[in-house]
């Protein structure tokens, strides 16, 4: 069947614990008539793709395809979101990548490494920071742009699609660079530093980009990883959408009762693993969204009372201008 090119394609990919979700829109004043973007990009860490029996895929090898980069988002420096960005983008360059700090604020930065690192979660925090810097470079020896992205700004993407950005404000952006200007001004090998360094991996979810998308009838809620705590400020009005993307991999933490009567989904996504780790798709989280009314997808395949998850690679939406919009697992 010929696909129909008035439409929108979401499509959220299985990189087990992580996000990489991809936006295929309608853009005539493109090459092939397609606009292409990318929110982040999972995880870079072999171990993640270790088993494949759910279908994960790394995010470059499911975009091998893809004809080019429009757009690169990074909605937060967190290993499971940004180092799979990076692999992607050394494949397809963006036109464009977006994010919270300042455009040239990377050159500021200085190579960490993980010598201190004192655990795992420490080493993924480093190899992101690490990350988001090269990441920035890469973008610009290519002839790419940076800029920043805060609370306020509304983003025509392509014809009839818009991004409204709903957080981080510009003080939270001004507070998170001057935590990292603070962390890169301590000298690596002190407790200081060390001290520093988990403040700040601790408070990054509440850092990320929180994006708005509409196309037509359709709205659509991706806050990176940001939990319930951190929506204050958005107007109630401002969160609601007919697919949101839970915050914070569905943990506990990820939605209460009150955000979810405010966003009122048809749809919801959680980008849990299918060993639900960290506690991730929460049963209580994934009650209150199913109580709501919203059907409920997965971009791996958790176990969860009463689905039965298909493997897959891929979660994909088809969204249509007049308020449409199905959901199949690509095999």
């Known amino acids: ?18 996000e990489a979700i991809l936006i295929d829109a309608p853009d005539a004043a493109r090459p092939d008539g397609r606009f292409y973007a990318l929110i982040d990009g ?24 893809l004809p080019r980069l429009d ?24 036109s464009v990548l977006r994010q919270t700090l300042p455009p040239g604020f990377y050159r500021s930065l200085h190579p960490l490494g993980d010598a201190s690192a004192r655990n795992l979660s420490e080493r993924n925090f480093l190899a992101a920071l690490d990350d988001y810097r090269k990441l920035c470079a890469l973008v610009e020896q290519h002839g790419g742009c940076i800029e920043q992205s805060v609370a306020g700004d509304t983003l025509t993407l392509a014809p009839g699609l818009t991004a409204e950005v709903l957080a981080p404000s510009g003080a939270h952006a001004d507070a998170l660079t001057a935590s990292m200007q603070e962390l890169y001004r301590t000298p690596q090998g002190v407790p ?17 980009l929180i994006l708005r998308l ?8 991706l806050p990176g990883d ?14 609601a959408a007919d697919i949101f993307k839970v915050g914070h991999h569905g943990q506990l933490d990820g939605a ?24 991730s798709a929460h049963p209580d989280t994934m009650r209150l969204l199913k109580d709501s009314g919203a059907e409920l997808y997965f971009s791996d395949c958790p176990p969860v009372d009463g689905q039965s998850i298909p493997p897959h690679r891929a979660l994909e939406f088809t969204i249509c201008a007049d308020g449409a919009a199905s959901a199949r697992y690509l095999p």
């Open 192 to 208: 200081e530093f060390r001290e520093k360094l988990d403040a700040l991996d601790a408070s990054m979810n509440n850092f990320s």
């Open 1 to 18: 069947m010929k696909q129909d090119t008035t439409e929108l394609r979401l499509t959220f990919i299985n990189v087990g614990y992580g």
């Open 214 to 221: 509409t196309f037509g009838k359709n709205r659509i809620l």
């Open 256 to 279: 209460d009762a009150a955000l979810v009567n405010a966003v009122r989904p048809r749809f919801s996504v959680c980008c849990a693993s299918s060993d639900r780790r960290y506690n």
């Open 42 to 65: 999972g995880s870079a860490a072999d171990s993640e793709f270790a088993d494949r029996t759910s279908g994960r895929i790394r995010a470059e090898e499911y975009l091998a395809p």
């Open 226 to 239: 940001t939990n319930r705590a951190g929506y204050g400020g958005i107007p109630p009005e401002k969160l």
């Open 71 to 94: 757009l690169a988002v990074s909605t937060h420096i967190h290993e499971d979101h940004l180092c799979g960005l990076l692999r992607v983008c050394r494949d397809h360059p963006p």
